[in-house]
């Protein structure tokens, strides 16, 4: 990723609605426990990628799951960094850099460009319902006073699973979708896929999930939390 020395130190965006929608979108992201979000403009369109989950290790079984959107910026603003932080600035349409960039692993994994064909539609319902119940499995599972390392092999064991009512989807699919507010309504999500990746395409953004899900488990049913 490009240094942040050598780059304006403000992010200058199009308008103060896209500015705060900037830091709404980083402050999801800090609670979603990834770091970074990765920022990249051209042309007057910013956009923001972040991971709602990633793997850190060989035999951690959380999948990579990205959240993405994209808003109105400069038309010459040019940038692709992932920072750590972002803070308003006098002028409602800018926003502060930190003083340096960050290199999360997550970040060196990017979806295809192209190539993307239509595979099926999901229900806005269904991922609120999924999520739902996921973050409810994951807070009866973690045992008390956990470390960091117990956590998120409870995270991986369940939002890693395929689930079937998202089409085979891991359960993190759900979970990102909610966490980054983009369930919206009865919206049908789209769905997409390119190569060992799937993007679901809302109005608010879109999540990719980089394939396959954890194989040789049984799926998360809508049964009670074990």
Do not use: Y
């Amino acid at each position: 990723m490009p240094s942040l020395g050598t780059m304006s130190e403000r992010l200058v965006m199009a308008d103060s609605e896209s500015a705060r929608d900037v830091l709404t979108f980083a402050g999801r992201a800090a609670r979603a426990g990834e770091d970074g979000v990765r920022l990249q403009a051209a042309g007057g369109t910013l956009v923001m990628t972040a991971a709602a989950l990633a793997p850190k290790g060989l035999l951690d079984r959380t999948p990579t799951v990205l959240a993405m959107r994209m808003l109105h910026a400069d038309p010459e603003l040019e940038c692709d960094f992932v920072v750590a932080s972002l803070e308003k600035d006098e002028d409602p349409r800018n926003l502060v850099l930190p003083d340096e960039a960050i290199s999360p692993a997550w970040a060196g994994i990017a979806p295809p460009r192209g190539g993307w064909e239509h595979a099926g539609e999901i229900e806005a319902s269904t991922l609120a319902n999924r999520a739902q119940w996921g973050i409810a499995a994951v807070a009866h599972q973690v045992p008390d006073n956990p470390g960091e390392d117990a956590v998120r092999a409870v995270r991986g064991a369940i939002w890693g699973q395929p689930d079937e009512d998202l089409q085979g989807l891991p359960l993190g699919v759900a979970f990102a979708a909610f966490t980054f507010g983009f369930i919206s309504g009865e919206e049908h999500t789209q769905m997409f896929t390119s190569g060992r990746w799937t993007r679901l395409s809302m109005k608010r953004g879109h999540i990719l999930s980089r394939g396959p899900a954890v194989s040789g488990m049984t799926a998360v049913r809508k049964a009670g939390v074990a």
